[in-house]
């Protein structure tokens, strides 16, 4: 058992589908992001490189406030957050729950 077959079982893959932004992001309506991380820090940076690409076809500035201003009008975007991994943990099953916009 070497580093890289440690490696391999800790790799998550993770899915993220933003969708309903069409309103106010014009050439974008759905997002969806598939990523391979190694830990759920690397969760973080998937989600600032999500915020790059939403707010640069955008008049906006954050994620926070793309969403705000959908949230605000009673707008609908809705997000699902699926990991998949050999044995999810807690955290990871909080992550899933808390990344749907459902569950909110």
């Not at 490696?7 to 990523?35: F, N, P, Q, T």
């Not at 915020?51 to 793309?66: C, N, R």
Request: hydrophobic residues 40%; positive net charge.
């Amino acid at each position: 058992v070497g580093l890289a077959s440690v490696r391999a079982k800790s790799v998550k893959e993770i899915s993220i589908e933003i969708s309903g932004l069409s309103k106010y992001l014009i050439d974008v309506d759905v997002l969806e992001c598939k990523a391979r991380i190694s830990t759920l820090d690397d969760l973080f940076r998937v989600w600032s490189i999500i915020e790059a690409v939403l707010i640069k076809g955008s008049q906006f500035y954050t994620l926070i406030d793309i969403y705000g201003h959908y949230a605000n009008r009673g707008d609908t975007v809705r997000v699902i957050t699926s990991i998949k991994s050999r044995s999810k943990s807690p955290l990871m099953r909080a992550i899933e729950y808390f990344g749907q916009s459902s569950s909110a």
